[in-house]
């Protein structure tokens, strides 16, 4: 059993990447960005596995009253 847990990390090592917005399978987020007729910025990206917002919600505390 201690073994799994030793190979399993080596395992998914190549698999995963931690690029600028999260944890990926892809070392360089694929983002197409555009501008519309108003000229407003739109910016769609790929998913990512885990993005680095969602992990600072996980630890906000918020104080009983």
Do not use: Q
């Not at 790929?46 to 917002?53: A, C, E, F, I, S």
């Amino acid at each position: 059993m201690k073994w799994m847990l030793l190979i399993i990390p080596f395992f998914f090592s190549g698999c995963l990447y931690f690029n600028d917005r999260g944890v990926s399978t892809h070392l360089y987020n694929k983002c197409h960005e555009s501008y519309d007729a108003r000229g407003d910025y739109h910016e769609e990206c790929d998913p990512n596995l885990v993005d680095y917002d969602e992990v600072k919600g996980w630890f906000e505390f918020t104080k009983d009253p």
